[in-house]
């Protein structure tokens, strides 16, 4: 018969309970702030429901009455600079931080409105009805709320989606210098989304100072936590990542307060990170003003044991207790919380003249909708005080370097001069400069802090680089193996960095570098193949750069790396190792947004290319004898084109042809086609043609490959149909 070892983890994992003598021992000033918080709290949640019932919240009203005590009791010791981040249902934790940052972490019951109070609650109110002065100006809304100042990194509609934010920020929180944590609050529901552990094993793997805060209040919607998971003590996660986690009573906000303290003290120690779990009830539906009874899903007799368990009364009575508080001082913080409450909603709805008895917001309250679109992305103005240089203009020395040479030597400058930027990704810090050279030298010259080799978890390694580049003190340069896997961190890249400047309101950066490389013609398959450029040209808020020439790639990358928005950098296996070469210089000239370069110049068609399909262009002209004009776009997003340079071309050729590898489906030509012919239908004598490869992504054999790819010889067709179209000769 076999041996057999029962095996431990060896990681603390404990229940923590107060005691008599814990409350006892609790400082009267901290007993009282909680207090006030919980009640602060209370009455904006009731009113938030009101609202909601009367029509005036647009959207989902996720109230958190009944789990204050976690929020309270986790966050009311803690600093400004400490950071929080949390869920749809986060208006708890957000007031909690907020409270805490304008009281400096102290309440008086019996004053308990100070003129900062008010401010916070009629701000926060406001963001919550999607009125101008709003934290975000009315963008986030309920579930978006972020107040950076405070440490508030921002509320997340995405189940799971905070995680590698906060996890992020813990990294420049550390690598800063700081002793400063951050906390991600989630739910029950969340305890089983990938983002969450593969964070939880980031922050294990590096040591960082971020507490998984799990709300467990027993229900996913009207999903039992019992019919999602097999162990429904969801703090038993930490084990598995070698965490320590605490379980406690979230209706009882001291248990939180003291396991929290726990976490704390082995967070700012540099111990590493910790999970804390808090059973708590919500004691409405998942959204809006009726319990989960009125659903179906829970019982009456449930909701009323939970509600006897109220982290309110809890508070209360053990203040009562000790000699704290009496009732009717108890009845006068929350009669004080109330008419804050209603002070801010009296300042914001008024009676409607249109609909007796009914109200409406008041109307000069809503934002410009002429800001609409404003904040997806910068203004670029910070690139105004760099050199700028055209390549193909450039008289001085030059070098020789192979293309992937280019992109190390332009990584390296960079880091020599802004120790800000650091490089992460898949071996990046192995194999003589990752897969194909493009780190080069760089892990051992800058070291593990700086070149950061991480697990096979895009979601959440690039989540966390999102995350570092909000807290705006370092700027993560992110490596993605193949473009492939941009769905696998589908929502960090679009959900979380893409659209992060424009849901806040424009109130944060996230200066952050997405590398990648188009490998079609290694034979790697329909999973490693693809061209993102349509995929990225298609989501508001990121920039995309694709370089054709080393020298232009130097001038690109250091324009990226300058902004203060997400850019990818698109690179091709077929130009890493072509003979090139770059100005002998310091190589620190920006290529800035709305610099295409004219490769041909010419009368009878435009072409529009970039990466390897402008060498393939130019010589698809050569065999043809078109006159073409050919333009390698270089910036390729939206607000980046060169639509100055494209437009005086098409008024001259009246002709468009554009030329791209890739396949049909998510290519960067259909909406480029479509734009043109928006701008330019008048001087179009023909519908715009497209180079592309066909309908289904490239496979490994290479016969089929190369038929679902595009080069030369579509590039000859392309040339061939225009030709044919406009009666050239």
């Given at each position: 018969?076999?041996?057999?070892?029962?095996?431990?983890?060896?990681?603390?994992?404990?229940?923590?309970?107060?005691?008599?003598?814990?409350?006892?021992?609790?400082?009267?000033?901290?007993?009282?702030?909680?207090?006030?918080?919980?009640?602060?709290?209370?009455?904006?949640?009731?009113?938030?429901?009101?609202?909601?019932?009367?029509?005036?919240?647009?959207?989902?009203?996720?109230?958190?009455?009944?789990?204050?005590?976690?929020?309270?009791?986790?966050?009311?010791?803690?600093?400004?600079?400490?950071?929080?981040?949390?869920?749809?249902?986060?208006?708890?934790?957000?007031?909690?931080?907020?409270?805490?940052?304008?009281?400096?972490?102290?309440?008086?019951?019996?004053?308990?409105?100070?003129?900062?109070?008010?401010?916070?609650?009629?701000?926060?109110?406001?963001?919550?009805?999607?009125?101008?002065?709003?934290?975000?100006?009315?963008?986030?809304?309920?579930?978006?709320?972020?107040?950076?100042?405070?440490?508030?990194?921002?509320?997340?509609?995405?189940?799971?989606?905070?995680?590698?934010?906060?996890?992020?920020?813990?990294?420049?929180?550390?690598?800063?210098?700081?002793?400063?944590?951050?906390?991600?609050?989630?739910?029950?529901?969340?305890?089983?989304?990938?983002?969450?552990?593969?964070?939880?094993?980031?922050?294990?793997?590096?040591?960082?100072?971020?507490?998984?805060?799990?709300?467990?209040?027993?229900?996913?919607?009207?999903?039992?936590?019992?019919?999602?998971?097999?162990?429904?003590?969801?703090?038993?996660?930490?084990?598995?990542?070698?965490?320590?986690?605490?379980?406690?009573?979230?209706?009882?906000?001291?248990?939180?307060?003291?396991?929290?303290?726990?976490?704390?003290?082995?967070?700012?120690?540099?111990?590493?990170?910790?999970?804390?779990?808090?059973?708590?009830?919500?004691?409405?539906?998942?959204?809006?003003?009726?319990?989960?009874?009125?659903?179906?899903?829970?019982?009456?007799?449930?909701?009323?044991?939970?509600?006897?368990?109220?982290?309110?009364?809890?508070?209360?009575?053990?203040?009562?207790?000790?000699?704290?508080?009496?009732?009717?001082?108890?009845?006068?913080?929350?009669?004080?919380?109330?008419?804050?409450?209603?002070?801010?909603?009296?300042?914001?709805?008024?009676?409607?003249?249109?609909?007796?008895?009914?109200?409406?917001?008041?109307?000069?309250?809503?934002?410009?909708?002429?800001?609409?679109?404003?904040?997806?992305?910068?203004?670029?103005?910070?690139?105004?005080?760099?050199?700028?240089?055209?390549?193909?203009?450039?008289?001085?020395?030059?070098?020789?370097?192979?293309?992937?040479?280019?992109?190390?030597?332009?990584?390296?400058?960079?880091?020599?001069?802004?120790?800000?930027?650091?490089?992460?990704?898949?071996?990046?810090?192995?194999?003589?400069?990752?897969?194909?050279?493009?780190?080069?030298?760089?892990?051992?010259?800058?070291?593990?802090?700086?070149?950061?080799?991480?697990?096979?978890?895009?979601?959440?390694?690039?989540?966390?680089?999102?995350?570092?580049?909000?807290?705006?003190?370092?700027?993560?340069?992110?490596?993605?193996?193949?473009?492939?896997?941009?769905?696998?961190?589908?929502?960090?890249?679009?959900?979380?960095?893409?659209?992060?400047?424009?849901?806040?309101?424009?109130?944060?950066?996230?200066?952050?570098?997405l590398r990648t490389k188009v490998a079609m013609g290694s034979g790697y398959g329909s999973q490693h193949l693809m061209d993102p450029a349509g995929i990225f040209a298609t989501q508001a808020g990121w920039r995309i750069v694709a370089a054709s020439t080393a020298a232009d790639y130097v001038g690109l990358m250091n324009a990226a790396l300058?902004?203060?928005?997400?850019?990818?950098?698109?690179?091709?296996?077929?130009?890493?190792?072509?003979?090139?070469?770059?100005?002998?210089?310091?190589?620190?000239?920006?290529?800035?947004?709305?610099?295409?370069?004219?490769?041909?110049?010419?009368?009878?068609?435009?072409?529009?290319?970039?990466?390897?399909?402008?060498?393939?262009?130019?010589?698809?002209?050569?065999?043809?004898?078109?006159?073409?004009?050919?333009?390698?776009?270089?910036?390729?997003?939206?607000?980046?084109?060169?639509?100055?340079?494209?437009?005086?071309?098409?008024?001259?050729?009246?002709?468009?042809?554009?030329?791209?590898?890739?396949?049909?489906?998510?290519?960067?030509?259909?909406?480029?086609?479509?734009?043109?012919?928006?701008?330019?239908?008048?001087?179009?004598?023909?519908?715009?043609?497209?180079?592309?490869?066909?309908?289904?992504?490239?496979?490994?054999?290479?016969?089929?490959?190369?038929?679902?790819?595009?080069?030369?010889?579509?590039?000859?067709?392309?040339?061939?149909?225009?030709?044919?179209?406009?009666?050239?000769?």
């Amino acid at each position: 018969m076999a041996k057999r070892k029962r095996l431990t983890t060896g990681v603390e994992w404990v229940q923590l309970e107060t005691t008599p003598a814990d409350w006892k021992a609790a400082d009267p000033a901290l007993l009282g702030t909680m207090l006030g918080q919980l009640h602060l709290i209370r009455a904006f949640e009731e009113a938030v429901l009101d609202l909601a019932g009367a029509g005036l919240v647009h959207g989902p009203a996720h109230s958190s009455i009944g789990q204050e005590g976690g929020a309270v009791g986790s966050i009311v010791g803690m600093r400004s600079t400490d950071a929080v981040n949390g869920s749809h249902r986060g208006h708890h934790q957000f007031l909690a931080k907020t409270l805490t940052h304008v009281s400096n972490g102290v309440l008086d019951p019996s004053a308990l409105v100070t003129p900062d109070v008010q401010t916070l609650l009629d701000r926060t109110l406001s963001e919550i009805l999607g009125l101008a002065s709003g934290f975000s100006g009315g963008r986030g809304g309920s579930m978006h709320l972020q107040w950076l100042e405070a440490g508030a990194l921002g509320t997340n509609a995405i189940v799971g989606g905070g995680a590698p934010l906060a996890t992020g920020h813990a990294w420049a929180q550390k690598h800063a210098g700081t002793t400063d944590v951050s906390v991600n609050y989630f739910g029950d529901g969340s305890s089983q989304i990938g983002s969450v552990l593969e964070s939880m094993n980031l922050a294990s793997t590096w040591k960082l100072p971020v507490a998984f805060f799990i709300e467990n209040n027993l229900y996913a919607v009207s999903t039992r936590a019992d019919e999602a998971s097999a162990d429904t003590r969801f703090s038993v996660r930490g084990q598995g990542f070698s965490i320590p986690a605490w379980r406690v009573d979230g209706m009882d906000p001291l248990a939180v307060h003291l396991a929290m303290g726990e976490a704390f003290e082995r967070m700012r120690s540099g111990e590493g990170p910790a999970v804390v779990e808090a059973e708590v009830y919500r004691f409405f539906h998942q959204n809006g003003p009726y319990p989960g009874s009125a659903f179906g899903y829970r019982t009456k007799d449930e909701e009323g044991q939970w509600r006897a368990r109220d982290p309110l009364e809890r508070v209360a009575s053990e203040m009562r207790r000790l000699g704290q508080l009496d009732e009717a001082e108890a009845a006068a913080v929350r009669e004080q919380a109330v008419t804050a409450v209603a002070q801010s909603v009296a300042a914001i709805v008024e009676a409607d003249p249109d609909r007796p008895g009914r109200r409406r917001i008041r109307p000069e309250l809503w934002p410009d909708p002429a800001v609409v679109d404003t904040g997806i992305r910068g203004d670029a103005s910070e690139l105004d005080d760099l050199t700028a240089t055209e390549p193909s203009e450039w008289s001085g020395p030059w070098r020789d370097a192979k293309f992937v040479e280019a992109v190390a030597q332009t990584m390296d400058r960079r880091m020599q001069t802004d120790p800000r930027i650091i490089v992460l990704g898949e071996d990046v810090h192995r194999l003589g400069g990752g897969t194909n050279g493009a780190t080069k030298g760089l892990a051992e010259k800058y070291g593990p802090d700086r070149v950061i080799g991480t697990p096979i978890s895009e979601n959440g390694f690039f989540g966390a680089a999102g995350g570092i580049a909000m807290d705006g003190r370092f700027r993560p340069v992110v490596e993605f193996m193949y473009p492939d896997f941009m769905w696998v961190a589908a929502d960090q890249v679009f959900n979380q960095v893409g659209k992060a400047r424009h849901m806040f309101g424009d109130n944060n950066t996230m200066p952050l570098v997405l590398r990648t490389k188009v490998a079609m013609g290694s034979g790697y398959g329909s999973q490693h193949l693809m061209d993102p450029a349509g995929i990225f040209a298609t989501q508001a808020g990121w920039r995309i750069v694709a370089a054709s020439t080393a020298a232009d790639y130097v001038g690109l990358m250091n324009a990226a790396l300058a902004l203060e928005d997400p850019v990818l950098v698109i690179e091709h296996v077929d130009l890493y190792g072509t003979p090139d070469r770059v100005p002998d210089t310091d190589l620190d000239y920006i290529i800035p947004p709305g610099s295409a370069a004219v490769r041909r110049e010419g009368e009878d068609v435009t072409v529009l290319t970039y990466l390897s399909m402008v060498g393939h262009t130019l010589e698809a002209v050569e065999q043809t004898g078109v006159d073409a004009e050919v333009i390698d776009l270089r910036w390729l997003d939206r607000a980046s084109l060169d639509w100055d340079t494209i437009g005086e071309s098409i008024r001259k050729t009246n002709a468009v042809l554009i030329v791209e590898q890739g396949s049909r489906g998510p290519s960067y030509g259909g909406w480029l086609a479509d734009e043109i012919q928006r701008r330019f239908f008048d001087w179009l004598d023909q519908p715009v043609e497209r180079v592309t490869g066909g309908e289904a992504s490239p496979s490994i054999s290479r016969v089929l490959e190369r038929a679902a790819i595009a080069r030369t010889e579509e590039v000859v067709e392309g040339l061939e149909r225009v030709r044919a179209a406009g009666g050239m000769n």
